[in-house]
């Protein structure tokens, strides 16, 4: 492998998704780490936190002497292969540490006593993240930002995907925004969606150019909080207003959210544990709300949904949940967005179905 510099390029990192090799440990990892990183640690976390005391109570010498007794022998053979697959399957990445420091520069080290020569990148994990925060507050602050808003259940997501600039914030979280909105598999970390966002909204500006399109959001999106600084400039923004049929809008949130969730939990869980893991789902999903839709609202909506999914189960059929969907629609979520709407500041752009909303935003996408 011909040899390659070191990197502070951190923009053609993250627009070109160079993959990344990170070395700190797996806690550190789970904190927060970069779309297209992946942890083949150096040291685990017993190790590390037992480094960190000698080095806190005897000094740097004697802590890089506790680390090499530590990750040495059939241990540091493990992870100089784990490493060597890494770079065998991404010829083209790099590898980091905490600040681009020891740990950066011992494992590749030891990966070029392996005979590769594979470079890191200068600053480090703390560098990454500093260039991530600056450049999404920049983005946030010179972008021109157009909000596609709408009543529950008129597919924004399903739209937004085919406007010219989207960024999917929704997607970045992995949930889809309300009560119902979990998916199958968890949401990132904060750290971890901050550095998607800034990612998403990098390559917004630099690949594609003009306004960026996103869905309207509260200021939590499941467990992941947009920052202060977009909340704002997304609340001042001008709106796109995306409006469907209730027949459409039932359509939509039962092939979504019933459907479709039936099926991920049937493909991660199996066919009897799926159903279960899904109709707690959807039972937990409405209870959530239960306070906001007050106590007989709630035994009327719960008394429809466990009917549906008795027929459901029975039957293979899902109209049955058409009931509960239409009631939850016109007599929560509908009063709500409306008194959302209501407040806003931004001007309307532009009002109708999926149809008139994209051939407005193809005709604009440069202004």
């Not at 309300?178 to 990132?188: C, D, L």
């Not at 971890?192 to 200021?219: Q, T, W």
Request: hydrophobic share 35%; with cysteine; proline share 5%.
């Amino acid at each position: 492998m011909a040899s390659r510099p070191d990197t502070d390029d951190y923009l053609a990192l993250f627009l070109n998704d160079v993959p990344l090799l990170d070395v700190r440990a797996p806690v550190e990892f789970s904190r927060g780490s970069f779309p297209t990183a992946i942890n083949a640690p150096l040291m685990n976390d017993d190790e590390r936190h037992r480094v960190g005391i000698c080095y806190k109570e005897k000094g740097q010498d004697k802590a890089i002497e506790l680390g090499h007794q530590l990750v040495s022998g059939d241990i540091k053979a493990q992870r100089i292969e784990a490493w060597k697959r890494f770079v065998a399957q991404h010829p083209d990445g790099f590898l980091f540490c905490f600040r681009g420091g020891l740990r950066s520069r011992l494992t590749q080290q030891w990966i070029r006593d392996a005979g590769i020569n594979y470079p890191l990148v200068k600053g480090g994990y703390k560098a990454l993240r500093r260039f991530l925060i600056d450049s999404l507050e920049a983005r946030i602050e010179s972008g021109d930002f157009r909000i596609i808003s709408g009543r529950t259940g008129t597919g924004k997501t399903r739209v937004l995907k085919q406007l010219p600039n989207p960024v999917d914030l929704e997607g970045l979280a992995n949930h889809r925004g309300s009560s119902f909105g979990r998916q199958v598999t968890p949401q990132p970390s904060q750290i971890d969606f901050e550095n998607r966002l800034a990612v998403a909204m990098l390559k917004a500006c630099h690949r594609v150019g003009g306004p960026i399109y996103l869905e309207d959001e509260s200021r939590l999106v499941g467990r992941c909080a947009l920052p202060e600084s977009l909340r704002a400039r997304m609340a001042a923004s001008p709106l796109m207003i995306l409006e469907q049929p209730m027949e459409e809008r039932v359509a939509i949130i039962r092939e979504d959210y019933v459907e479709g969730m039936l099926a991920d939990y049937t493909k991660r869980d199996g066919r009897d544990a799926g159903w279960l893991n899904f109709r707690d789902y959807l039972l937990s999903a409405l209870d959530r709300i239960r306070k906001r839709l007050g106590g007989e609202r709630h035994r009327q909506l719960r008394a429809l949904m466990e009917q549906a999914l008795e027929q459901q189960q029975a039957e293979g059929t899902v109209e049955g949940h058409d009931a509960w969907i239409e009631a939850l629609l016109r007599d929560y979520y509908d009063p709500m967005y409306d008194y959302q709407l209501s407040q806003k500041e931004g001007r309307i752009l532009v009002r109708g179905g999926p149809r008139a909303l994209t051939d407005w935003a193809n005709a604009h996408s440069g202004t």
